[in-house]
């Protein structure tokens, strides 16, 4: 079974821009999440989505937006770019449920200049 | 708030000692907690998962336990390898979200 798949893997951008992510989640997996890793702040939840719908979403400013499509697929969206948005963006999908155990993909490095 | 702290940050062993990671969370009303592991650079490769209801899961050479209680996992890792090395990561999950902790960094020499 193919892992979770996250496009591209490199992005350079400039202040100001905006930027779109790809997420693909193993196949069967409806639930998809997306996660900020920084030296500094660590790993933060940014916004979880299953069956279309965000069902939970993190601390961060609505320049970081999403969705999920039919197929599970999800973007993430960060408009207006900052110097402070150059970070690894990880998706993770699961099952839910009681096991809900979150599988990662390779990430996606932003790097803002 | 829950808040997640790992301890050590850093460890650096000889190959062939046994490890023991630790990790503890504020709040016990958890779902599960799972272990990390993540390479340089790379995404996060799931260890263990141990839901709320179980004390302990293993897979290999690694064992993770969970005192809900008290707040307290730890990841024991037997005869450690070279290949052991990277930042280990705890998170737990209570609203269907991982809270992070920020790692321990893992050093394993021959």
């Known amino acids: 079974k193919a892992g979770v798949t996250q496009t591209p893997r490199y992005l350079i951008k400039t202040r100001g821009q905006q930027v779109t992510l790809s997420c693909s989640p193993i196949?069967?997996?409806?639930?998809v999440s997306w996660y900020q890793q920084t030296p500094g702040q660590g790993l933060q939840f940014l916004f979880e989505?299953?069956?279309?719908?965000?069902?939970n979403k993190g601390n961060f400013p609505g320049r970081f937006s999403g969705r999920q499509f039919s197929n599970s697929r999800s973007e993430m969206n960060v408009s207006t770019l900052e110097l402070g948005d150059s970070a690894l963006y990880l998706c993770?999908?699961?099952?839910?449920?009681?096991?809900?155990?979150?599988?990662f993909g390779p990430g996606t490095r932003l790097t803002v200049l | 708030k829950q808040e997640v702290t790992q301890i050590p940050a850093a460890l650096s062993v000889p190959e062939g000692e046994n490890l023991v990671l630790n990790c503890s969370f504020t709040?016990?009303?958890?779902?599960?907690l799972q272990w990390f592991r993540q390479d340089p650079g790379k995404g996060l490769t799931s260890l263990l998962l141990?839901?709320?209801?179980?004390r302990e899961q293993t897979s290999g050479r690694l064992n993770a336990s969970l005192d809900k209680s008290s707040g307290r996992s730890t990841l024991y890792i037997a005869a450690s390898q070279p290949g052991d090395s990277a930042t280990y990561l705890c998170?737990?999950?209570?609203?269907?979200?991982?809270?992070f902790g920020t790692g321990t960094r893992l050093q394993v020499f021959p």
């Open positions: 993770a999908s699961s099952t839910l449920g009681l096991n809900n155990e979150q599988f």
């Open positions: 196949s069967g997996h409806r639930s």
């Open positions: 989505y299953f069956s279309e719908t965000q069902r």
């Open positions: 709040d016990s009303a958890i779902y599960n």
């Open positions: 141990i839901q709320s209801s179980q």
């Open positions: 998170a737990v999950d209570n609203t269907d979200k991982l809270i």
